[in-house]
């Protein structure tokens, strides 16, 4: 068995922001390698692993996607040795003075984000927050040697280490969504011991922060029966509203809307209830937010569902989740498969009563 934590840790370590995920998916790739049939990268570079199923073919497929990239920045110019940076994936300025961050240039270097002093800034802007085009990335190296080092276009990701919160609740970036990876990991863990009928594709999607077109691609290219994804949603903390939260430790959330397809949500339910884990309800009302989006709308269009870890303090370098709710999405998506039956799609309809 895959050791989750020390997975989950080796992942947020490890760079990979959203259209540049080649780092990350190798990390994937060996945890995958020895619990699938089959390994393939798609022309995007979504990571994609098969498991067969024990049915007769042609077998009927479900496809489970994961988002590997993160978000991060981009240097946009140099000016005196310092870098000004862009957002990719979407980032509160707020929360980036004082974070340590690596450098991708022709060399990695250590640098940290700085405020500069509100007499630099410019006077409508001394107000509140600082936004990120007055924010800096300090290397600490001369003007010279970072003009001889640094482009713009080259990446710049957070640093800090991954934190233990007691015994069960870990601090990290990246957590948004190689928290999903684990727990996919660990599905694919389980199935080892586990009979199911059904091909299984199990898919480390790129680019979900800013395109979609991993799902989008590997969908489209897989043709799966069913889809589900596997994302983490706003955990609840001190002044969170309670219609849009979800407690840490709880379970699962299952996302209910027009992403999700109601037969799909109302077996993956019952899963739950066979095993007599409990759930969370999250209502999406509009776009998931999610790699479902893509998955659902793909070629004729494929049945999916969402399934979500609760996480504070998402897109900032201190998400937190419950080490639980990964292993527990992950129990939930191996008896999910494994009660799938070769029939499924003819009984299923879409019956939103």
Known sequence: MTDIPELLKKMVRTAGLSGYEAEIRRIVEDAWRPITDELSVSKLGSLQGLKRGSGSEPRPSILIAAHMDAIGLMVTRIRAGFLHVTEIGGIDPRVLPGQVVTVHGRETLS?????PPSWLIPPNDRSGSTSLENLLVDTGLSPE?????????DLVSFASEPLMLGKQQLAAHSLDNRASV?????????????????D????ATVQEEETLGGAMTSAYHLQPDLAIAVDVTHGKGPGSPSDKTYPLGDGPALGLGPNIHPGVYKAVKEAAERIEMNTQLEAMARHSGTDAYSLQITQAGIPTMVISIPLRYMHTPVEIVHLKDITRVGRLLAEFIGGLEPDFMEKLTWDDE
Not at 183 to 196: G, I, P
């Open 200 to 203: 299984v594709w199990a898919v």
């Open 111 to 115: 640098a940290v984000v700085v405020e």
């Open 182 to 198: 684990a727990a996919l990991t660990h599905a694919l863990d389980l199935l080892q011991a586990r009979v199911h009928r059904w």
């Open 145 to 153: 040697k970072v003009s001889d080092l640094v482009r713009p276009g």
